[in-house]
Antibody, heavy 120, light 110 residues
């Protein structure tokens, strides 16, 4: 059974960089069938797609966040990562990592999510 | 890239049917048959219920169905059950390798 697990600091100071890693177990991140993505959800609000990555390193970004987002993949560790720079309180959210089926275009497996708060 | 538009809330009684709309533009919903729907219970990760507009993943009840007309996609839940009470989100491919979610709809089973 595929599992995704987010990890990283739960508290980040304003203007600093948020860093999260998603560890994939039960399957290979190097499959040509999937992208790997990050989605966030501010408290009490809706979902927002942040970025996705292919195992080869090709990246795809939400235009509204692109200037602050770096997404990367480490196939040797079966992990992919997110960095969001210059964070503000508006970046406080539950961050999910998810597997994205390329051919059918949907997110089929999700991590449990991790809450990241931005506060001094 | 603006969020897709969903009603904030819908409600229905057990056994009834409800429909949740998801309105986009000719750049996303209207141009691609790539709308997916997600169910999210409080404190849980989203779960896909419909993909490619009308297809159900294995294990999803056939009480859930999807359709599309023009720039609006719809999710219909028939035979409402208490366990269907949750938040529902649509998501569409928006071109140029980008994706956009709807604002979410809270379903209340009366």
């Amino acid at each position: 059974q595929l599992q995704l697990q987010e990890s990283g600091p739960g508290l980040v100071k304003p203007s600093e960089t948020l860093s999260l890693t998603c560890t994939v177990s039960g399957g290979s991140i190097s499959s040509s069938t999937y992208y790997w993505g990050w989605i966030r959800q501010p408290p009490g609000k809706g979902l927002e797609w942040i970025a996705s990555i292919y195992y080869s390193g090709s990246t795809y970004h939400n235009p509204s966040l692109k200037s602050r987002v770096t997404i990367s993949v480490d196939t040797s560790k079966n992990q992919f990562s997110l960095k969001l720079s210059s964070v503000t309180a508006a970046d406080t959210a539950v961050y999910y990592c998810a597997r994205h089926v390329r051919s059918n275009d949907y997110f089929d497996y999700w991590g449990q999510g991790t809450l990241v708060s931005v506060s001094s | 890239q603006s969020a897709l538009t969903q009603p904030a809330s819908v409600s229905g009684s057990p056994g009834q049917s409800i429909t949740i709309s998801c309105t986009g533009t000719s750049s996303d919903v209207g141009s691609y048959n790539l709308v997916s729907w997600y169910q999210q219970h409080p404190g849980k990760a989203p779960k896909v219920m419909i993909y490619e507009g009308s297809k159900r993943p294995s294990g999803v009840s056939n009480r859930f169905s999807g359709s599309k007309s023009g720039n609006t996609a719809s999710l219909t839940i028939s035979g409402l059950q208490a366990e269907d009470e949750a938040d529902y989100y649509c998501c569409s491919y928006a071109g140029s390798s980008t994706w956009v979610f709807g604002g979410g709809t809270k379903l209340t089973v009366l």
